[in-house]
C-alpha cells in the first residue's frame, strides 16, 4: 500500500502504525497459544477443554496515535493478556519497542529483555521468546520485500524518533532512503538508526541496503 501511494510511513494508517498493530496482534495469538496449550491451526486442537473464541476489537494509545487491535478471546473466558491488559489504553511502551525493532536500533536480545521489564513474570519466558519471534518475523519480513532493480531518484533524510535505551528515552536519528520507481511512486528503502543526524552517515561506508538496491 506505501509502494502505491496509499499509505503513509507516519500518521493514521501509516507503515508504522501498521507495524505495530501487527506485531502485537502476532504477540497476542501466540500468548493465548500458550494459554490455551495448542498453537492456531493445531490439528490436536480438539482434544483440548477450552478454545478460540474469535476477537473483539479495541483502540490503544501508541507514541504515533490510536492504534485499534483485534484481541483475540477464547471460549472459557479465562484468558487475560499480558501484553495488552484488560482496561488499559496505553501500551506502556511496547509500541516503542515495536518502533525500535523496525527502525534497526534495538536486538533480539533488547526487546526480550524490554517485554521482561514491562510485563515482568506474568508470563513464561518461552512465551516471552515466542512472542519477540513473531514481532521480529513481522519486521523481517518488511525489510526483505523485493525491491525494483532501479530507482532514477533517490530521497536521503532523517527523522528523530524516541528509542528507549536501558532505564532512559533518547532522541536517535533514523536515517530514511526513499527511492521514486519509473511510475513516480515512492518506496521506503531503508531505515538505518544513528545517535545524531549528519551528512557523515550517508558519507560514509555504503548502509547495509536492502536486495535489489
Keep these: 500500500m506505501i509502494d502505491a ?19 502485537l496482534e502476532r504477540g ?13 491451526g493445531d490439528p490436536d ?15 490503544v494509545a501508541t ?16 484468558f487475560t493478556p499480558a501484553l495488552v491488559p484488560k482496561g488499559s489504553r496505553r501500551l506502556g511502551g ?20 524490554h517485554l521482561v521489564s514491562t510485563i515482568g513474570t506474568e508470563i513464561s519466558r518461552e512465551t516471552i521468546s515466542k512472542i519477540t519471534d513473531e514481532v521480529l518475523d513481522e519486521v523481517i519480513l518488511w525489510q526483505r520485500r ?14 528523530v524518533v524516541k528509542i528507549r535505551d536501558g532505564a532512559h ?20 528503502l531503508g ?5 545524531t543526524e549528519g551528512a557523515k552517515f550517508w558519507a560514509g561506508p555504503a548502509p547495509n541496503w536492502p536486495t535489489g538496491v
Design 146 to 159: 523485493p525491491l525494483e532493480a532501479f530507482y532514477p531518484v533517490i530521497y536521503l533524510d532523517a527523522i
Design 28 to 40: 497476542l495469538q501466540t500468548e493465548l497459544g500458550d494459554h490455551l496449550g495448542y498453537d492456531k
Design 5 to 23: 501511494g496509499q499509505v503513509r510511513l507516519e500518521g493514521k494508517d501509516g507503515l508504522i502504525q501498521q507495524l505495530i498493530k501487527a506485531g
Design 94 to 113: 511496547l509500541d516503542e519497542m515495536i518502533v525500535s525493532l523496525y527502525a534497526g536500533g534495538m536486538t533480539v536480545r533488547d526487546i526480550e529483555h
Design 63 to 78: 507514541v504515533v496515535g490510536g492504534v485499534e487491535l483485534a484481541i483475540p478471546r477464547d471460549r472459557d473466558g479465562t
Design 191 to 195: 531505515i538505518w538508526v544513528q545517535a
Design 45 to 59: 486442537a480438539a482434544l483440548f477443554p477450552n478454545s478460540r473464541n474469535g476477537v473483539f476489537p479495541k483502540t
Design 169 to 188: 528515552v533518547r532522541n536517535k536519528a533514523a536515517h530514511i532512503a526513499v527511492g521514486v520507481d519509473m511510475d513516480g511512486i515512492k518506496h521506503v
